[in-house]
Nanobody
């Protein structure tokens, strides 16, 4: 069973930056994609950013140019660097990975952006 542990969430003023990190319990090379999702209370979970095994990236339009996803195969982590944060970025952020068979989710980390 893969364990994913997110860290780095917190309270930040609008315009500021945060870096989220997701540590996987296994070698991340086994995953064909690693994603960050986010969810606000009462709303559907949405894909924020993705990095594939071969390094391709995808970003939601709402975060393009502000967020950067990266992975470190030596540390088995996937990070999300968030800049120019807005109050509407306030969500719980979840790490997600997929291998050939199964999806795995972290428990989430809360990001709160105040104006």
């Amino acid at each position: 069973q893969v364990q994913l542990v997110e860290s780095g969430g917190g309270l930040v003023q609008a315009g500021g930056s945060l870096r989220l990190s997701c540590a996987a319990s296994e070698n991340i090379l086994r995953f064909d994609r690693m994603d960050w999702y986010r969810q606000a209370s009462g709303l559907q979970r949405e894909l924020v950013a993705e990095v594939t095994r071969d390094g391709r990236t995808y970003y939601a339009d709402s975060v393009k140019g502000r967020f950067t996803i990266s992975k470190d195969t030596a540390k088995n982590t996937v990070d999300l660097q968030m800049s120019s944060l807005k109050p509407e970025d306030t969500r719980i952020y979840y790490c997600y990975v997929h291998d050939a068979i199964t999806d795995y989710w972290g428990k989430g980390t809360l990001v709160t952006v105040f104006s």
